[in-house]
């Protein structure tokens, strides 16, 4: 399958500071990719579906000005947790999706620690 | 709307012993379905997909898992589990839109 990367692989910020994180698709052309939170011992929670050149789209509950993406081009999506909190303290993960096969492609995650 | 449940939270098995690890879905139409494991630290890895056709599923690591549409199921199993099997294990649904959709994950610890 195809190979996603995110990075920062972790992160430490302080609170009421922002947050980017990468997702790269690095052989892989994904015209949608997908954020997702994961608490620990948790499931995963899809948070946006993130689509080549036009907005996200987030589910609901989810805050679209609390955690901003941008997906520029066909191998970046970006997540910004703006203004974080500790609550916002989580596992970040993206994937890929390929349509054609009905399947995503994960990242190794972000952990994202807000002190 | 889509969801899966997974009845077991934690599960324990001596090595060497057979696996079955539950899954039910709710999902309006012919279900997309997944099994991944995450590893401590580690990303989510595919075990093993069905869209349609033969409801007997193979993946890799020797893992299998049974479509069963009439209960609404997707169960995993192996016929004899190592200690590297320990880890979490995520059911998950996938609709047209290829949105997955997971269930709260089945940890499961192998004991020598």
């Known amino acids: 399958g195809a190979v996603v990367s995110q990075h920062p692989s972790w992160v430490i910020c302080k609170s009421g500071t922002s947050v980017k994180i990468e997702c790269r698709s690095l052989?892989?052309?994904?015209?949608?990719m997908f954020w997702y939170r994961q608490f620990p011992k948790q499931s995963l929670m899809l948070m946006a579906t993130?689509?080549?050149?036009?907005?996200?789209?987030?589910e609901q509950g989810v805050e679209k000005d609390k955690f901003l993406i941008n997906h520029a081009s066909l191998t970046l999506s970006t997540l910004t947790v703006t203004s974080a909190h500790p609550e916002d303290s989580s596992f970040y993960i993206c994937?890929?999706?390929?349509?054609?096969?009905?399947?995503?492609?994960f990242g190794p995650g972000t952990r994202l620690l807000v002190l | 709307a889509q969801s899966v449940t997974q009845p077991d939270i934690h599960i324990t098995v001596s090595e060497g012993a057979s696996l079955e690890l539950r899954c039910n879905y709710s999902?309006?139409?012919?279900?997309?379905l997944f099994w991944y494991v995450q590893s401590p630290g580690q990303g989510l890895q595919l075990l093993l997909k069905?869209?349609?056709?033969?409801?007997l599923v193979q993946g890799i690591k020797g893992f299998e898992a049974e479509f069963k549409r009439s209960q609404s199921s997707f169960n995993l199993r192996k016929p004899s589990v190592h200690w590297s099997d320990a880890a979490e294990y995520f059911c998950?649904?996938?609709?047209?839109?290829?949105?997955?959709?997971f269930g709260t994950g089945t940890s499961l610890t192998v004991i020598p």
């Open positions: 994937s890929a999706g390929d349509r054609s096969k009905m399947t995503q492609y």
């Open positions: 052989d892989f052309q994904a015209t949608t």
């Open positions: 993130s689509n080549e050149g036009s907005k996200a789209t987030y």
């Open positions: 999902y309006g139409a012919t279900p997309y």
């Open positions: 069905y869209f349609s056709g033969d409801t």
């Open positions: 998950a649904v996938g609709n047209t839109g290829n949105q997955f959709y």
